[in-house]
Every structure is written in structure tokens, then in C-alpha cells.
Nanobody, 112 residues
Framework: QVQLVESGGGWVQPGGSLRLSCAVS????????MNWYRQAPGKEREWVAS????????GYADSVKGRFTISRDNAKDTLYLQMNSLKPEDTAVYYC?????WGQGTQVTVSS
């Protein structure tokens, strides 16, 4: 069955960096565009970034543009999100998403 498993979250000080990973299984990863979403406490889940199936096209929410980079390794069936210059408002549970399927999420906390 389809599985999406995020990892790499944690606590970081403002200005720091983290790299999230999403390991997938149960489908042909290279056939699907992939996405990252996040949900902060008390807020709606929001889209963060997308990448095409080949990795040739990406898109970002305005709030993370220039700070976050989405990438993928189709040979390893893994999606990534490199997060730099983190801000307290980036604190959220981060989810990877493929059409109709969500991972369980990984917590990112940015505070001093």
C-alpha cells in the first residue's frame, strides 16, 4: 500500500536550518508530482511547495520562497525539503502529500 514517512523535524533556533525527508513506498514515485504542506497550531493546513515528477519544475508559497528548497531523488524514492533561515512562524507539523495520500507528519519547532 502507499506509504509516506516523513523525518528530519526537530527544534531549531531562528535563523537555523533543517532538512526534511519523505520516504515513499507502494507506488512508482517517479510518476507523481509531490508536495509539502504544513499545519501550525490552531491554523488550517497550508501548501508549502511542489515538485514535478521529474524534478524539473518547482513551486513555493510566498511565505517560504527564497528560504526553502524542495527536491527529490527518484532513485531513492525520497522527497526532501531544505529549510534555511527558519523563523518562529515556520513552526508547524510538516506533511508530504501525493494525490490522495498524506504522511503522518514531522514536527518543526523554531524558537530561541
Amino acid at each position: 500500500q502507499v506509504q509516506l514517512v516523513e523525518s528530519g523535524g526537530g527544534w531549531v533556533q531562528p535563523g537555523g536550518s533543517l532538512r526534511l525527508s519523505c520516504a515513499v513506498s507502494g507506488f512508482t514515485f517517479s510518476n507523481y508530482a509531490m508536495n509539502w504542506y504544513r499545519q501550525a497550531p490552531g491554523k488550517e493546513r497550508e501548501w508549502v511547495a511542489s515538485i514535478s515528477n521529474t524534478g524539473g519544475s518547482t513551486g513555493y508559497a510566498d511565505s517560504v520562497k527564497g528560504r526553502f528548497t524542495i527536491s527529490r531523488d527518484n532513485a531513492k524514492d525520497t522527497l526532501y525539503l531544505q529549510m534555511n533561515s527558519l523563523k518562529p512562524e515556520d513552526t508547524a507539523v510538516y506533511y508530504c502529500y501525493r494525490a490522495s495520500y498524506w504522511g503522518q507528519g514531522t514536527q518543526v519547532t523554531v524558537s530561541s
